[in-house]
């Protein structure tokens, strides 16, 4: 199939027309390795006319959008994919009313769709990062430079962030995850999701860290208020130093994390992590994402807003 590449809105919109390019895409990226029955696993079909799959055997249908994240889009298949695009091109984040305003849908309807997006982002965890890593912790409202400061039951919401960096210290990978402390076992939680075990590793002193180090290969140094940690406190103090090409890293990791809730935070570093990740595959992003969402299982509006 011809995949949609690049990051031009004109080329974007040319592609796709009406509902019925996107399905025809959906359905071609679904069934890219052949056709099965989820009923009674015949494996021949005929395609109708909204590209929909009809079983030679039992009858039964399948529409592009069933069992992916697109499944019962209220709006439209063709704002969908403007959504997708947006949401993987952009360097920054754009807000549900944003959203709303510019493709004509409720707001809801909006921030529930760009939920199921930021899950299609989540990283597989098959990848970790590797080669010269910095991890660190922040809390919004300011990196604590003070140990004594690092307190375990302050109020201030709390992440951990693990970057992986090129020999020349700039951003390569990155992720962050929301932490209730900074304990050795809550920072653990990003070592195992997302760092691999030959990484050479370097943290502050934070006595947190230190049993960690018997599984990873951990290199403790002062942070001298972050000097140390110089790709790391770029990338969440000032983007543009860290050469992120515009990733506005604090005013959309700080500000983000200030009037997201607890319960969604995961889902904005998904979003923000994925687009870093694949700052290097740009001209794909989108195929990709349009990938992830077909992959992922659907997700309901009780477990977006439960969750
Ligand atoms: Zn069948």
Redesign the pocket.
Known sequence: MNIFKGQNLIEFAERFKTDEDCKQYLSELKWKKGYS?R??G?KKCQIRKDFSRV?N??S?IESSGAHTLFHKVKFGLRKAFFICFEMATTTKSLSALQMSVRYGVQEKTARLFMHKVREAMKSSENNPIDGIVQVDEFVVGGHETSKQGRSYHSKKKKAVCAVELTNDGKVKRFYALKINDFSAKSLLKIFDKHISKKAEITTDQWKGYRPISKDYNIKQIPSKNGTNFKALHTMIASPVRAKLSGHQVKSWIRTTYSWVSDANIERYFNEFSFRINRSQSKNTIFNNLIKKMIQTNTITHKQIIGS
């Open positions: 029955c009923k009674c015949h079983c055997i039992c039964s």
